[in-house]
DNA sequence: CAGCCAATGTAACAAATGTGAACAAACTTC
DNA sequence: GAAGTTTGTTCACATTTGTTACATTGGCTG
């Protein structure tokens, strides 16, 4: 059930039977759902859960006073929001389901046992931690500095990795639960123009989208286009259980 | 020397005279110093230390294959790089000195040492740690959903807070020795817009530039043109030990 | 299978921002 | 204080992206 967060933390550390056991732990409250495009968590609420998606797509927004929108982040399952969220008073941003998602809310008694009695678990969320703030400052790059079409090429080969690294997707596709207005909202253009974009995407023979799934044809190429460089995911490094031959096939920068 | 570090601790907890000690043993090895321009850590650097600045500003960058350069986030006194960044085998981005810098680059074991002795420097690290990420969230919003001129007042607003929060700059005015060219890579646009944004900013009697000094004319109207709300610098909650009044006078949003 | 609604696609036009180059002003350095 | 360098300013024009409004498609639901 937590397998995508095991995963993910096998990419860095090697887990022992008892800290997978321990991860197991963080379900005893109990699996929540939630429906597309319902909220998880709100700007101006107490903070009390950290959250870890399971199942399903969710997202981090903010809206401006004026209604302007800005996707933050995207989770996937395996992907926890922010750890010690209690310290701050407020939320400053809304967490909200993409998909119909399943989750759980971890208490901060939960997440002290973890870092307690596990090193390499204490270490891991550290990781996930550092890789997390990695991908928020690439997307401050991207929105800065990347064309249209490059965005959005960057933030398909990001999301295509991440969902290899937790286990989803093959070679070639993976889910894909994302609509042009979510992608305008994430890459800061119009809708307007992530479609035009996406249509040159599929005309160059770079990406094929079908059924929320994305095919991606020619991952050589889009790396290319949207000067991806995957250094900054932290891929496989330290003491990683696994070769580098199991790692995502996507090009190095 | 490590005042500014205290003064923005102190936002959110209130620290023992044994914490100040502790924090001052950060400056064990010695204070640095690097030219404006210098780097300080380079992207693909193993990484050893945490840095802490103490005098003068900093900026973090990347630069893509082509040239094109984006600064991610500044760093003014007080402010901390990642934590735990040791965890990682290559730095993802660089950090150069804007200005010249005095700096302190603080080893794992003294970073220990100040987690294991004191609880409240260990919050206020986390603390800092969730409203650097909040910072760079709030930077992510900026370049995808601001205009030019929104974003810069934005990026303004945002400086003249954390400027006053470590005790730099009065009531109106606070060092910026930021240049144009930087304001333009920050801001994802070309130096020559910045210009025009700016030339309109002093039209509009919200802003005057001087000597490496910002004055803010008037808080209220950059407030309100940046959709500037503070409630992701997470201020004086909690274990403060300031009164409401002590606050950084910018309006809420 | 009809009907519906969300999602995607199109087009004409408008606005914001970028480009490249030249020049001016402000600082440094000697 | 003269020379040189960095920073700021201006201009004419190009390009990208946004806006508005509407058409089409595709997957569900009854």
Redesign the pocket.
């Known amino acids: 059930m937590i397998t995508p967060l095991i995963k993910k933390f096998e990419w860095f550390v090697h887990l022992s039977d008892d800290d997978r056991r321990l991860l197991r732990a963080m379900a005893s409250g109990g699996v929540q759902h939630a429906l597309?495009g319902e909220d998880i968590v709100r700007e101006g609420d107490h903070p009390v859960f950290v959250y870890l998606v399971l199942d399903g797509w969710a997202h981090r927004y903010k809206v401006l006073e004026d209604g302007r929108r800005q996707i933050i982040s995207f989770f996937l399952p395996g992907d926890l929001c922010d750890l010690n969220i209690f310290l701050l008073k407020e939320m400053d941003h809304s967490i909200g389901a993409l998909t119909s998602l399943s989750y759980l809310r971890v208490t901060r008694q939960v997440m002290d046992t973890l870092v307690e009695f596990s090193p390499r678990i204490r270490s891991a969320l550290w990781w996930d931690t550092l890789v997390s703030a990695a991908i928020q400052r690439e997307w401050t790059v991207n929105l800065g500095q990347?064309?249209?079409?490059e965005?959005v090429s960057h933030l398909i080969c990001e999301l295509f990795i991440r969902t290899r690294m937790v286990g989803l997707g093959d070679d070639q596709t993976f889910p894909f639960p994302?609509?042009?207005?979510?992608?305008?909202e994430a890459t800061?253009?119009?809708?307007?123009?992530?479609?035009?974009?996406?249509?040159e995407l599929?005309s160059r023979d770079l990406i094929l989208?079908?059924?929320k799934r994305l095919r991606i044809l020619d991952i050589e190429g889009l790396t290319r286009l949207a000067l991806f460089n995957d250094n900054y995911l932290h891929l496989g490094r330290e003491g990683a259980h696994m070769d580098a031959d199991d790692r995502p096939a996507v090009g190095m920068g």
Request: charged share 25%; glycine share 4%; net charge positive.
């Open positions: 597309p990347r064309s249209a079409i965005r994302v609509i042009q207005a979510d992608l305008a800061g253009m119009t809708t307007v123009h992530v479609n035009r974009v996406l249509q599929r989208f079908r059924r």
